[in-house]
């Protein structure tokens, strides 16, 4: 296992403060806010804790409220909205100085067996032909608005193994092109078997690339380049099959609109035999630096 992911993995061990009140730190930020994915796996941690072993989440839906300081510790209290007899319901806030700034619910369900089909997985090229981060981001530093900018990327994302099919955004200044994005990515290590933490890593995963789409569209780079200014609002997920968050997963990205200073992005995550495990919605908002 690398540092980087076991430093992951300790963050999203949080600390039980009291009964359903957990209490989670921040990592080091490429920006000076805590990174929404962080947010959301953390919060999918402390609902997970309160639910009995034989229920996995199948589905979240969640609201970024407020910029989280990254030097703070977040207070993540539950409130056990249902327990039935196949699903039972979460409802997370998490809480930095006194406001609330990342509200969650989650639903987690009994394994069942019933109806099943799934769209089919889209063509990509094999990951392991594809080049990491480490080599292609450094290619790109002339875009961005500070060459350091390439050192603290790198260093957030060293938890995970993620590969572009196709040049990102930020190595696509000026060239507008398909609204549409695919990478492959795995947890850097080998995770245990708990079906709650690879539901957390990919979680902590999608919030990273969703909405290159919508920059892809329209030939723009990014906060990192300076012509886009965005942030997540929504962010929803649902798991549909098992996976490993440790194995390679395909994220299929598209946009289907871009108005009003905000971008919708959508994806499907494929396991690499072509397994549908997880379908993902986001919005942010997208603003062009006036």
Not at 43 to 60: E, F, K
Not at 119 to 146: K, Q
Not at 212 to 228: C, E, K, M, P, Q
Request: aromatic residues 8%.
């Amino acid at each position: 296992m690398s540092t980087a992911l076991d430093d992951l993995l300790d963050l999203l061990d949080l600390e039980q403060i009291e009964q359903d009140i957990f209490r989670g730190r921040s990592r080091s930020a490429v920006v000076p806010r805590v990174f929404g994915g962080q947010v959301a796996a953390q919060a999918l941690v402390a609902a997970g804790r309160t639910v009995p072993d034989d229920r996995t989440a199948h589905s979240l839906h969640a609201y970024f409220l407020r910029m989280g300081d990254p030097g703070a510790p977040i207070v993540y209290t539950v409130d056990r909205i249902r327990d039935g007899r196949s699903f039972t319901t979460r409802r997370v806030v998490a809480v930095q100085h006194g406001q609330p700034i990342f509200h969650l619910s989650a639903s987690f369900q009994t394994y069942e067996e019933g109806l099943d089909h799934q769209s089919e997985m889209p063509d990509a090229p094999a990951p392991e032909t594809l080049p990491t981060a480490a080599e292609i981001m450094p290619a790109y530093a002339e875009h961005f608005v500070d060459p350091g900018i390439v050192e603290r990327m790198l260093e957030a994302r060293a938890a995970v193994d993620l590969r572009y099919v196709d040049a990102p955004p930020y190595g696509s200044v000026g060239k507008p092109r398909k609204p549409r994005s695919q990478v492959w990515f795995r947890a850097n290590g080998k995770l245990a078997d708990d079906p709650l933490l690879h539901v957390c890593l990919a979680t902590y995963v999608s919030d990273m690339t969703l909405l290159d789409s919508v920059l892809l569209a329209h030939g723009r780079g990014g906060w990192a380049v300076g012509d886009v200014v965005g942030a997540s609002l929504d962010h929803a997920m649902w798991f549909h099959r098992p996976f490993r968050a440790d194995e390679w997963l395909l994220y299929d990205q598209e946009s289907p609109s871009a108005s009003g200073g905000r971008g919708l992005g959508q994806a499907r995550i494929y396991t690499q035999d072509g397994q549908l495990a997880i379908s993902v919605i986001q919005e942010g908002v997208v603003r062009v630096p006036r």
